[in-house]
């Protein structure tokens, strides 16, 4: 199907129907590099990209809370900086200010590794 000069042009049928269009060529594409990656013995979820509307990708593992605020807020330090917490910088706090005591956890959250018997093992 030929691009037209200009999309603005078209009416709302139209678009819908080239949107569709290029839904369905993009599902038979996926669908044929998954079993060209299934024939060579990759696991597909873990190398063929989400396309939204197509099943696969990578799930994203949920990390425990760095930093806390006045209000008991949490953050885990990843994505954008939280609006409580950028305002405190404003004035004049330290991003460190807010760091979770990872002393005051049980050990097998603030990643200390116990040996066999159950106490922390010595640093070699």
């Not at 910088?89 to 018997?117: Q, T, Y």
Request: charged share 30%.
């Amino acid at each position: 199907m030929p691009r037209p000069a200009n999309l603005s042009k078209l009416s709302v049928e139209a678009l819908i129907r080239m949107r569709n269009d290029i839904s369905g060529v993009l599902s038979s594409k996926a669908a044929l590099l998954r079993k060209e990656l299934a024939s060579l013995g990759e696991n597909v979820a873990n190398v063929v990209p989400s396309i939204p509307g197509l099943r696969g990708g990578a799930k994203l593992r949920k990390v425990a809370p760095k930093y806390r605020g006045p209000n008991g807020e949490t953050w885990a330090g990843r994505g954008a900086e939280p609006v409580w917490m950028r305002d405190a910088i404003k004035k004049g706090k330290k991003r460190e200010h807010f760091l979770i005591d990872k002393s005051a956890m049980p050990a097998k959250a603030n990643g200390i590794k116990k040996g066999k018997r159950g106490r922390p093992r010595k640093a070699a």
